[in-house]
Nanobody, 120 residues
Framework: QVQLVESGGGLVQPGGSLKLSCAAS????????MGWYRQAPGKQRELVAT???????NYADSVKGRFTISRDNAKNTGDLQMTNLKPEDTAVYSC??????????????WGQGTQVTVSS
């Protein structure tokens, strides 16, 4: 019905940059809030950043000033630009979205996740 697919993960050295993308497809009338979350080994999943339909953003303190979340409402896509990456940013990053379907149904969907590894 609805799929979210992330791309852009990989291995990067400390201080480097990566851009993650999330593309939503399916019977989507509108994506409300989109978000990026991450889960490191042995840790709970944590919020990284969210962006509302109108563009209002919210960031975890640990990424403020380094990560930038953005979206393209016309394309149903969202990005997470990550700069000055640190080893502690290593995790599986997943996007999610609050989706309004053409049927009127509202649900939250998740992507499958993409690995980001920050290491020298």
């Amino acid at each position: 019905q609805v799929q979210l697919v992330e791309s852009g993960g990989g291995l990067v050295q400390p201080g480097g940059s990566l851009k993650l993308s999330c593309a939503a497809s399916g019977s989507i009338f509108r994506l409300n809030t989109m978000g990026w979350y991450r889960q490191a080994p042995g840790k709970q999943r944590e919020l990284v950043a969210t962006i509302a339909y109108g563009g209002t953003t919210n960031y975890a303190d640990s990424v403020k000033g380094r990560f930038t979340i953005s979206r393209d409402n016309a394309k149903n896509t969202g990005d997470l630009q990550m700069t000055n990456l640190k080893p502690e940013d290593t995790a599986v990053y997943s996007c999610n979205a609050q989706v309004v379907l053409y049927s009127g149904q509202r649900s939250v969907y998740w992507g499958q996740g993409t690995q980001v590894t920050v290491s020298s």
